[in-house]
């Protein structure tokens, strides 16, 4: 064990004397203070327990994509990137691993954990007062922050590095289903939003658009013409998003994968053979993202759909998802047979059971894999976290090399903390359950802790059944996500806004809109939750220090100036609130019906506010501002230089808007459009002031509440070149 000293806020803890190689934190540390020395990875010797303690009061966040609760105390938590589509309460792991959590408490601490396999958590489950690390191997490395819990993120965030931005129109709402078949389906489901007067920016390709099943191609019977079909739906601004798998289907002729055999770019079973796997295509094998050669062999294939006029991807199956291997088949036949004829009591019909469900993800498969770690032959089970890691990797540096100043669309499923500067992602396979709506509230801020800004769920819910009423709540939270996907599973009823009653139809139509409106502040929180290195979603007690913010476990702040408290159960028509300050409510309907009645003044404390399903509760922070702007059916149409500013103003209140042009990379050098709003309250009159680099900006209007709850419009038809309104 090694201490190094720590560097404003941080220390390393250094276990192991085995090889070094290039792991996940030497990249993102190149920028940074000396005081990082590269990971390392052998064979596990023994795993490394860690017990430290949890006072009564103390708040426990973080763990990234998992399941329960913002407080992870009560519960163990692996770290163990999994396809598992049944998010239920039982489970200890989800698709992402991210290692790094922060204990609330009178003096707060965070730690990460920099290792590539199994670590669990158990956040004083056994014992309620221990929070017990347990790696499982002597090779990693740890990182110990202190400050106050915003110092602790910015710290952590600021050594991960810049998070990935996606280009504006990423912001857009983004229709997706597994089953759209051919190409004329597409471009129906995009007339249908012009015809029913809803935004949308995307549709998003499953598995349907490929020739059975193999990346990188376009079945030519069902997607024929592909690079016209995909112009058309530009002509509508509509971009189309494919999906790409992790696995490589077996096939005689298949160019990608007799390219992978060739030059022994797939990861290989103990024999030194390529692996042999199945998922969608059936028997595939894993290219080897680990390898950097194969990376870059991997990126440029995505240069295919490219020039083809795609603008963006998702990648989905790289935990790596296995529904079975050769020899896991082989097993489990052969247990199979040998029940047959047999009196199966109660153990032994489990055992036949288990053996059957217990087939896929096996961690027998993944220890019989190995990676060729540019020289270094590892095995996969000791890496397991990283692999969708270096997948989204490929494709990041695939898009930099095809065109290195443009930004594009891209989401992925399995994680690993760092990959965040490649990619947003999607919480996973979730299903139309209320409990999934919920569990999407509360982890968006953990999700932000590990760096995954651009993230949302499949709104809606991707198995099940999904209700009207339950589209529509779970849309009031996600018009506030910067990924707005509605997404569904084949087999389930269709979520398609239209598909539903024309009552819901029309609330569906109003809450995508009111996203359309609030993009100004939603992009430019995102953008300035990035360069600083804060939360976008946030926990109460992010801000508020009051014992009651760290018990709420339903509420978060969103940006600088809103606090969201959205209904998640069915057939309710309102909700408990706790105000750690006076705030004011406001009910969103239709952006076209902003009006004082939408508006009430409430004092700090508890709640029970009545919200009707047609309305958004939205809280404004005293104090702050909401800019927006008349919405439009497409991202690229919106007027940003005719805005709303909204606002509770007691006194004063201010906001610093940020823009850019939302498809370059430019933003990296400093090149964007900030607007300084101000407005003070003095003798019951608001003097207003605005100073800006946007020679485009041409009206204001502020709507502005005072502390007794009275409103105020004031509008400017023409910008002043003093730049300032009175």
Known sequence: MK????????????FGEMIPTDTILEEMFKETESFYIPGIIDKRTSHHIWKLNLNEGDVVYGLGQSIRGMNKRGFVYESFCTDDPNHTPDKKSLYGAHNFFVVLSDNPWGIYIDFAGKVTFDVGFEHQDILLIDVEGVDFDAYIFNGTYKEIIGRFRSLIGQSYVPPKWGFGYQQ???????????????????????????????????????????????FSDFKTFVSDLKLKDIKL???????????????????????????????????????????????????????????????????????????????????YSEQGLKDAISFVSDQEGKNLDIYTFFDLKNKIMNISNSESDYKSMYHNYDGMKVNHYDVHNLYGYFMTRAAAEGFKSYAPEKRHLMITRASHIGMAKHSGIWTGDNHSWWEHLKLNIQMMPSLGMAGFLY????????????SGELLTRWLQFSIFTPLLRNHSAMGTRKQEPWMFETETLD?????????????????????????????????????????????????????????????????????SVYLPEKMVLWKATAYEHLNENQFELLER????????????????????????????????????????????????????????????????SGDSLQTIFKVDRINNKYHISVDTNDLALKTITFYLIDDSGNWHVIKQNTFINDRRYV
């Not at 597409?186 to 499953?206: G, M, Q, R």
């Open 3 to 14: 201490f190094f000293q720590s560097v404003e806020g941080v220390q390393k803890i250094s």
């Open 176 to 222: 997706s289903r597994w089953s759209y078949v051919d190409k004329n389906e597409v471009l129906s489901i995009a007339e249908k939003f012009d015809e029913h007067d809803l935004p949308c920016d995307a549709i998003y390709l499953d598995i349907d658009y490929m020739e059975r099943f193999k990346d990188f191609t376009v079945s030519d019977d069902r």
């Open 241 to 323: 998003i494919p999906i790409i798998d992790a696995g490589v289907k077996i096939e005689s002729g298949y160019d990608v994968y007799e390219e992978g055999v060739k030059n022994s770019y797939f990861c290989k079973d103990e024999n030194g053979k390529p692996f042999v796997a199945a998922v969608w295509p059936g028997k595939v094998h894993f290219p080897d993202f680990l390898n950097s050669r194969v990376r870059e062999w991997f990126g440029q294939k995505y240069h295919r759909l490219m020039d083809m006029g795609i603008e963006g991807f998702w990648n989905d199956m790289n935990e790596p998802a296995i529904f």
């Open 455 to 466: 993230s949302g769920a499949d709104t809606g819910g991707f198995g099940g059944e999904a």
């Open 507 to 575: 609330r569906i139509r109003d809450v995508i809109k009111m996203r359309y409106a609030l993009v100004p502040y939603l992009y430019s929180e995102f953008m300035k939750a990035n360069f600083n290195h804060e939360l976008l979603f946030a926990p109460l007690s992010y801000e508020y220090d009051d014992s009651r913010s760290k018990r709420v476990e339903d509420q978060l702040l969103l940006g600088d100036s809103l606090m969201l408290a959205p209904v998640y159960e069915q057939n309710s028509r309102g909700r």
């Open 605 to 668: 404390g508890y709640h029970f506010v009545d919200v009707a399903l047609n309305e958004i509760p939205i809280y404004l922070k005293p104090g702050k501002l909401v800019v927006m702007t008349k919405p439009e059916n497409r991202i690229s149409t919106l007027d940003e230089s005719n805005l709303v500013v909204l606002g509770f103003v007691p006194d004063h209140a201010s906001y610093i808007l940020y823009n850019d042009d939302g498809l370059t990379k430019g933003y990296e």
